[in-house]
């Protein structure tokens, strides 16, 4: 998934030589992704987690396929897109869902903060990867290349013996319910905020130091580097309701210092120190999610977390990229600001609703039913 909207994006105006028609194409994944993120997740409940694995991967990967193999027509690549964004494999609602029956619960938190991390070296590898092969090899070669890996590390997840041990009950809320618990709206809404600053940030880097040379690629990594970090650094730090506010802060902290210099090593250093704040605070996200739903509902939560990020990055590059036309690159960062600062607000005024598991562990609410006894 770190690869697949760069190489949409690149394939796309490559064959119709059109950012604009690449957008719209990209769009419609997005806006599939997000849409399908609850629906999928609690499909797993219903169907069972290798099912839906299975059908949603197959179908994104023949969707990925037509994209790289049939002629360039805006509304067939959009339909495409669209189906490719639909079809997303769960598979972090999985993972995250499956986690609690899978170490002990001490070891939750960690694994959260651990999970968090790697999902840094995504975005360090990935668009590297997938732009070295469009741009030397072909575009279709870069689509085939995702297809390969999404096919195989799927089918390597789902003949996971872990996978086929834990069976998530069906849930009895209603669709959307789970949004009615406060952790799970503040977790959302703190994603959205969150990976929207993150978006924004991308976008201001571009923008400062343009597509050709090294230089926003490094900041970028070292950006991803110093959220890896944090994250390893803070898996044994106990999470009470202040966590997610410290760790904003850090973020709002390093975010503030851009706008002091553009130059490269001034924004390679405040952007590390802002990154040192991200994986904790999605670790906090992961966390509070899992701890304050049944376990029948943890899947249709994350989905609905995930759709909040899906939606802030779409938010945050968006505008961003009005500001950058209006004042330049300082305007990326300046939206970056805001939506820190605005999750910072939050996390802080609405601190009561962040669950205290200082004292507890992560683990999901276990799911009970009366028995009737004769």
């Known amino acids: 998934m770190g690869m697949t909207s760069l190489a949409v994006l690149l394939h796309v105006q490559h ?4 950012y604009g028609e690449a957008g719209l194409v990209l769009a419609a994944a997005s806006v599939g992704q997000a849409v399908a ?7 797993m409940g219903s169907w069972g987690i290798r099912q839906v694995l299975v059908l949603t991967t197959v179908v994104c990967a023949a969707a990925v396929t037509a994209l790289a193999a049939l002629p360039p027509l805006l509304p067939l690549y959009m339909v495409l897109g669209a189906v490719a964004g639909l079809s997303t494999p769960p598979v972090q609602s999985a993972v995250r869902t499956i986690y609690p029956k899978l170490v002990n ?8 903060s651990l999970d968090a991390s790697l999902q840094e070296i995504i975005w360090i590898v990935a668009p590297v990867l997938v732009t070295f092969v469009s741009t030397q090899i072909s575009t279709v070669v870069g689509l085939v290349l995702i297809v390969v890996i999404l096919l195989g590390g799927g089918a390597w997840f789902v003949l996971s013996p872990e996978v086929g041990r834990v069976r998530i009950p069906r849930s009895r809320r209603a669709f959307g319910r789970v949004l009615l618990r406060p952790a799970v709206l503040l977790a959302t809404v703190v994603g959205f905020l969150l990976i929207g600053a993150c978006a924004s940030v991308e976008a ?3 923008a400062t130091f343009g597509h050709g040379g090294l230089d926003a690629g490094l900041v970028l990594a070292v950006f991803s580097l110093g959220s890896l970090a944090g994250g390893l ?3 044994s730090i106990p999470i009470g309701r202040w966590a997610m506010a410290r760790r904003l802060a850090i973020v709002t902290g390093g975010l503030a ?7 490269v090593w001034w924004l390679g250093g405040s952007l590390v120190l802002a990154g040192i704040g991200i994986a904790p605070a999605l670790a906090v996200l992961f966390a509070m999610t899992s701890a304050s739903v049944k376990f029948s509902d943890t899947a249709e939560a994350f989905g609905w977390v995930g759709t ?7 938010a945050g590059s968006a505008i961003a990229g ?3 036309d209006g004042a330049g690159s300082v305007g990326a960062f300046l939206t970056a600001i805001g939506f820190a600062a605005a999750g910072l607000v939050v996390a802080a005024v609405f601190v009561r609703g962040f669950p205290d598991l200082r004292f507890r562990d992560a683990s999901p609410i276990p799911d009970t039913e009366p028995v009737h006894l004769p």
């Open 15 to 18: 064959t119709t030589g059109s």
């Open 37 to 43: 993120g609850p629906v999928t997740s609690r499909w």
């Open 105 to 112: 619960s001490t070891q939750l938190t960690p694994l959260f």
């Open 204 to 206: 201001g880097v571009v």
């Open 233 to 235: 650094l803070s898996g």
């Open 257 to 263: 210092l851009t706008l002091v210099s553009l130059n």
């Open 308 to 314: 909040g990020q899906l939606i802030g990055a779409a």
């Open 322 to 324: 009005f500001l950058i």
